[in-house]
């Protein structure tokens, strides 16, 4: 997770219809997440000068930054089926030896 250029995160184009805007929404959390980390942690420093010995307030702040990282993580890939090229070597492989048998049958005749 790497702090994106901040000029990048303000230069946004509106949406098309809801669709876009909630596609764009969640990719926008994942790509500047680290920016948003260190927007609640200015947040919260402020606040903590500001309130003084407020530490109830800097804890609920840290928490709500917890949790929103938490809900930024990518779904689990477990249980789903995931392709590692098998298949598409096992229907290459087939597709070659129909290819060969074909030459070979040609030749024959």
């Known amino acids: 997770m790497s702090v994106r250029d901040w ?10 219809d ?9 990719e926008n959390v994942q790509y500047f997440s680290a920016n948003y980390a260190v927007i609640m942690v200015a947040v919260a420093i402020i606040c903590m000068m500001i309130l003084g010995s407020s ?3 800097g804890l609920a702040i840290a928490l709500l930054v917890v949790l929103a990282h938490a809900a930024m993580k990518p779904p689990s890939l477990k249980g ?16 070659m030896n129909a ?10 005749d």
């Open 7 to 16: 000029n990048e995160m303000t230069d946004l184009a509106p949406p098309s």
């Open 99 to 108: 290819r060969n048998s074909m030459k070979k049958s040609k030749r024959a």
């Open 18 to 26: 809801a669709d876009t805007a909630k596609q764009r929404l969640g």
């Open 80 to 95: 789903m089926a995931v392709n590692t090229g098998n298949d598409m070597r096992d229907s290459l492989k087939a597709k």
């Open 55 to 57: 530490l109830g307030v």
